[in-house]
């Protein structure tokens, strides 16, 4: 069975802990080992290697009290990269109880927009006005503890994958740029006197990286479920997104598009030593489009108010 295209630069280049001539950068999401096609079998995110399905296979004999008693133990820990972006979206939220005192939560008179928006809430008219910082910023800032409950939950559940499929660089450009890409929508489609936030941008980017990443491998028996898994989450959220209020679906659909062409991108075309440059040049790109985008809806935002472009 042929090798996934990836890209083997020096620092990545990785063997199958089976199979030492098979060259990979695929990885079993349950114990992090590198794992080539032969040695993947599909699970519910990603893919596990043998030794974890026998593993698996003998604990379901274990009686159920014994099982319940090691559960807290069978989360793995996130990689480096999602887990500073867990903790810089939990420490925002948590400054942001403290900023509103409690409002956020419900807890306290007082509007919790306003804090929203002072903290770098994505609002049209101000990002029209030069705050394009507002961009990146609304990234990082959540609503609600369910809102942020709900995009950690998928960033562990994504992150995980994608960092140790694309590589810690890869995975954060897809991040920042898809979330760019996603706020960027977001700012062409929303009314102008909206206060956006959150990470479901850049969360959904993820999914579309993990998403373009399996399609290109989609003979494989393992990529053919994950494509199936990524067109059910998105199915299931935009059902949602359409109908209950309050919910950027512009951000979601945006998001999810940027990362099918930034997981695209990353892995780059070609010959494998001219790769990454591609890779990288792709993702530049995608952001130069982005800050015309943004420049386009400026020009139309401060011409519908009678003002020049700036």
């Known amino acids: 069975m042929a090798d996934p295209e990836v890209d083997t630069t020096v620092e990545e280049l990785e063997r199958c802990y089976r199979h030492p001539n098979e060259v990979t950068r695929v990885h079993c999401t349950r114990c992090g080992n590198p794992i080539c096609p032969a040695c993947m079998h599909p699970a519910p995110v990603g893919h596990h290697c043998p030794t974890c399905v026998a593993n698996a296979r003998r604990d379901a004999r274990v009686p159920v009290a014994r099982r319940a008693k090691g559960a807290a133990m069978a989360l793995r820990r996130p990689g480096a990269i999602t887990s500073v972006l867990l903790a810089a979206n939990l420490t925002v ?48 800032l959540h609503a609600s ?5 709900f995009n950690s ?42 206060v956006s936030v959150g990470a479901s941008g850049a969360v959904f980017a993820l999914a579309g990286a993990w998403l373009a990443f399996n399609w290109r491998r989609r003979d494989l028996a393992f990529s053919a479920m994950n494509v199936r898994s990524i067109w059910l989450f998105l199915g299931l959220n935009l059902v949602i997104g359409f109908s209950l209020p309050g919910i950027d679906n512009s951000a979601h659909i945006g ?8 997981g695209t991108v990353a892995e780059g075309f070609g010959p494998r030593r001219s790769r990454a440059l591609v890779g990288a040049a792709g993702l530049l790109t995608l952001v130069a489009i982005g800050v015309a985008l943004v420049q386009w809806r400026t020009d139309q935002i401060l011409g519908g108010l009678g003002l020049p472009g700036l």
């Open 145 to 149: 503890l369910l809102h942020i409950a």
């Open 153 to 194: 939950l998928i960033l562990y559940q994504l992150g995980n994958v994608v960092e140790r499929t694309f590589g810690r660089l890869r995975m954060i450009a897809i991040y920042v740029v898809g979330g760019f890409l996603a706020s960027v929508a977001s700012y062409i489609f929303s009314p102008p006197n909206v």
């Open 93 to 140: 939220f948590v400054a942001e109880i403290v900023i509103s005192r409690g409002a956020l939560l419900g807890l306290a008179r007082g509007s919790s927009l306003v804090t929203l928006y002072d903290m770098g809430g994505a609002h049209p008219l101000s990002i029209a006005a030069g705050e394009r910082w507002r961009l990146l910023s609304a990234m990082f």
């Open 255 to 262: 998001g999810f598009i940027a990362g099918v062409l930034a």
